[in-house]
């Protein structure tokens, strides 16, 4: 059972325009959602995180959306970036923080010039 | 300032043989430590997570196994390889509850 699930496996988007990535998920204990950036070869890294009280959440060119009615979370990206060419993934927790956390599927996510 | 090893970067096993893959981290105490695994055009399995020396919880039924001898120290092993290994394996460790902070991980074929 996919506990996370993000549906695009891959998005293409002009440098400079803003790039929208979804991820959906069915447990309702999730409380706390992250978004990771990942290079190949290289392990992920930490973009931004939102609390489950909160339904936005900013952090320069990136902000994340959650809607919890819907079990649904958005990462946008404005203005998008050719180094911003990578796999997304975004990952919940139901356990106090990012202790123990559920992968989505990734989406590829490619900027073009 | 916390940091991550694994090694090797990459390893080419025959079927059959043995695994052992570490994981270190330095500049934090007690952490919580990860092994998940990402197969080809998949997402982040989670493997087996550690709150602390001796203590392992597995997530997936599996082939492999994992141990903490020391409080920075996670190891990965296999008695015996099989194909279906084959995958990028990382390690994470988390010090809080804010997120987890990823190794740069390992590239394992099995042939």
């Known amino acids: 059972d996919q506990q996370v699930k993000q549906n695009s496996p891959s998005l293409s988007v002009q440098e400079g325009r803003i790039s929208i990535l979804n991820c959906d998920y069915t447990?309702?204990?999730?409380?706390?959602f992250l978004w990771y950036k990942k290079y190949p070869a290289e392990g992920p890294t930490f973009l931004i995180s939102?609390?489950?009280?909160?339904d936005k959440n900013e952090d320069g060119r990136f902000t994340v959306f959650l809607n919890k009615s819907a079990k649904h979370l958005s990462l946008h990206i404005v203005p998008s970036q050719p180094g911003d060419s990578a796999v997304y993934f975004c990952?919940?927790?139901?356990?106090?923080?990012?202790?123990?956390?559920?992968f989505g599927q990734g989406t590829r996510l490619t900027i073009n010039p | 300032s916390q940091t991550i090893h694994q090694w090797p970067a990459t390893l080419v096993q025959p079927v059959g043989s043995p695994l052992s893959l570490e994981c270190t981290v330095e500049?934090?105490?007690?952490?919580?430590l990860y092994w998940y695994r990402q197969a080809a055009g998949r997402g982040l399995q989670l493997l087996f997570y550690?709150?602390?020396?001796?203590?392992i919880s597995s997530e997936v039924p599996q082939n492999l196994s994992a141990s903490r001898p020391q409080d920075r120290q996670f190891i990965l092993s296999s008695k015996k390889l099989l194909l279906s290994d084959s995958g990028f394996y990382l390690c994470?460790?988390?010090?809080?509850?804010?997120?987890?902070?990823f190794g740069p991980g390992t590239r394992l074929t099995v042939l």
């Open positions: 500049g934090t105490s007690n952490p919580n």
């Open positions: 550690s709150v602390g020396i001796g203590q």
């Open positions: 990952a919940a927790s139901a356990s106090a923080g990012a202790q123990k956390l559920v």
């Open positions: 447990n309702s204990m999730f409380d706390y």
């Open positions: 994470a460790w988390a010090g809080g509850t804010d997120t987890q902070y």
């Open positions: 939102i609390s489950s009280i909160k």
